[in-house]
């Protein structure tokens, strides 16, 4: 079993930058997909950003704003929030694609205020 323990959100004005971060209880390897999605009120989850070495994949909504990365050594994603908009503000979750099985984190909040 895995579980994934989020951080890093929170209010943050338009413009504004946040980092998520997202741990990883056990090893999550390189061939094992993670990600980020979020889900804003009244809509449905939606994928932010992924990585699986040494792919990477973005929403066109973030493309040039956001940054997916990860930490090996410590099984950590995370997700560089740069240039931040109103329509940013969800629920963000961290997920991971292992042997097959799909984890999600418990999602943390992120806030833009205008």
């Known amino acids: 079993q895995v579980q994934l323990v989020e951080s890093g959100g929170g209010l943050v004005q338009s413009g504004g930058s946040l980092r998520l971060s997202c741990a990883a209880s056990?090893?999550?390897?390189?061939?094992?997909?993670m990600g980020w999605y979020r889900q804003a009120p009244g809509k449905q989850r939606e994928l932010v950003a992924t990585i699986s070495a040494p792919t990477t994949n973005y929403a066109d909504s973030v493309k040039g704003r956001f940054t997916i990365s990860r930490d090996y050594a410590n099984n950590t994603v995370y997700l560089q929030m740069n240039s931040l908009k109103p329509e940013d503000t969800a629920v963000y979750y961290c997920?991971?694609?292992?042997?097959?099985?799909?984890?999600w984190g418990r999602g943390i909040q992120v806030t833009v205020s205008s």
């Open positions: 997920h991971v694609v292992r042997y097959g099985a799909n984890y």
């Open positions: 056990i090893s999550i390897f390189s061939i094992h997909p």
